[in-house]
């Protein structure tokens, strides 16, 4: 299909791409050439083919929604030819009643070329293996946690009240007495000896609480859990080694994060998976609070400002941020820890530790903004 176009245009050449998971739609627009749409497939020597096209005609900006993971593949093969802009989908929403993939791949490429589409965050290639790897360290240790609960469910069903007596069952006395149980012994005594001495449990409470019915299924099901959590913690000791890996040249902004009051060292990979080491791809810290979603909402309407939710952002940061807040509260002397208790009174403990989180975010774009460490002042 080809077409002329009647509007003015600030970019002279670009393409909109309506990417899905087996097809995508390309339509280019721009001074000297037609409107035209064409279809591709999504295997390689087809993306290879919708370059060497926009090549031909001389494209410069590629635009295309942040659909899933489909959009990665296209991202690749065209970021270095390309100035290539993900959008998110909700900002370039077409008119209802108009909804084609051929319409639609219009539709990004006119809001394209007329300047109207404010392109994502996408970090570099080395971080974005970093996120990948810390984004899945997460789902580990959640699974890791899942096989925890599953024992502690194993140990009631037996009537084993261990954890009653104990505040870590997976520390180095817990996991003695259940590989002690795992190898067949049941006598309370006996399994209550294999505890340390500097426990605060007396010895005939543990012996108490070990007073069960553990039973062959109880033993094979320990076992089968206590082997996955081994397993988990071998993988996760090869993902940490090798984002420790990736990390290598940026040792000092991991420094200047672990100078944040909360901000532990797995902590600060995990803020610089998400966020990258240069601010300088962020305005100012209120637009990276709101790409992170940690920002307070904003509704307002014919003057009034009306209660509204926080914007989804970046839920993996999201989460991360919201761990550090809890540990920058229990933190002793620290700002974030007076803050919190001012605040809690008068808006609840969920919002307020939600408030601390923006204020660590802010915090952590400013050392990596200045590369200087961490000051109360900054706040």
């Known amino acids: 299909m080809?077409?002329?176009?009647?509007?003015?245009?600030?970019i002279e050449r670009g393409c909109g791409l309506d990417v899905h998971k087996s097809t995508i739609v390309a339509t280019v627009i721009g001074i000297g050439i037609?409107?035209?749409?064409?279809?591709?497939?999504?295997?390689?020597k087809d993306l290879i083919e919708l370059r060497d096209w926009l090549l031909s005609l001389e494209i410069t900006h590629v635009a295309m929604e942040s659909t899933g993971v489909y959009w990665k593949p296209v991202f690749n093969i065209l970021e270095a030819y390309f100035e290539v802009l993900l959008v998110n989908a909700r900002y370039i929403k077409n008119v209802p009643g108009k909804k084609t993939d051929k319409k639609d791949s219009e539709w990004i490429a006119q809001l394209l070329v007329s300047g109207l589409l404010e392109n994502s965050f996408v970090p570099p290639r080395l971080i974005r293996n970093l996120r990948d790897l810390s984004r899945y360290r997460k789902k580990i240790k959640g699974q890791?946690?899942?096989?925890?609960?599953?024992?502690h469910k194993q140990l009631q069903d037996a009537n084993i009240k261990l954890s009653s007596v104990i505040s870590d069952l997976f520390g180095a006395s817990g996991l003695k007495i259940l590989e002690a149980m795992v190898r067949g012994e049941?006598?309370?005594?006996?399994?209550?000896?294999?505890?340390?001495?500097?426990?605060?449990?007396?010895r005939q409470e543990l012996i108490e609480a070990l007073d069960g019915c553990i039973e062959e299924?109880?033993?094979?099901?320990?076992?089968v859990h206590l082997e996955n959590i081994r397993d988990y913690e071998r993988l996760l000791e090869k993902i940490d080694q090798r984002m420790e890996d990736l990390l290598q040249d940026y040792q000092p902004e991991c420094q200047l994060l672990e100078s944040i009051p909360g901000i532990s060292h797995p902590t600060a990979k995990a803020l610089l998976a998400e966020i990258g080491p240069d601010m300088s791809v962020f305005p100012d810290q209120h637009h990276l609070s709101s790409w992170a979603g940690v920002c307070p909402g904003n509704h307002m309407s014919a003057g009034k400002n009306y209660h509204s939710r926080a914007r989804p952002g970046n839920k993996?940061?999201?989460?991360?941020?919201?761990?550090?807040?809890?540990?920058?509260?229990a933190t002793k002397d620290s700002w974030f820890r007076t803050k919190y208790y001012k605040m809690s009174p008068r808006m609840g403990a969920k919002k307020a530790l939600f408030a601390i989180a923006h204020k660590l975010l802010i915090v952590a774009y400013k050392v990596l903004q200045?590369?200087?460490p961490y000051q109360p002042m900054q706040i």
Not at 186 to 202: D, G, H, I, M, V
Not at 217 to 223: G, Q, S, W
Not at 316 to 329: D, G, H, Q
């Open 316 to 329: 993996a940061l999201k989460t991360t941020l919201m761990e550090a807040a809890w540990a920058a509260t």
């Open 144 to 151: 890791q946690s899942s096989e925890k609960n599953r024992i």
């Open 370 to 372: 200045t590369g200087k």
């Open 217 to 223: 299924h109880h033993r094979f099901m320990l076992t």
């Open 2 to 10: 080809k077409r002329s176009i009647d509007y003015p245009l600030l």
């Open 34 to 44: 037609p409107l035209q749409t064409r279809s591709f497939s999504c295997f390689t």
């Open 186 to 202: 049941t006598c309370p005594q006996t399994l209550a000896a294999y505890a340390s001495k500097r426990l605060r449990a007396s």
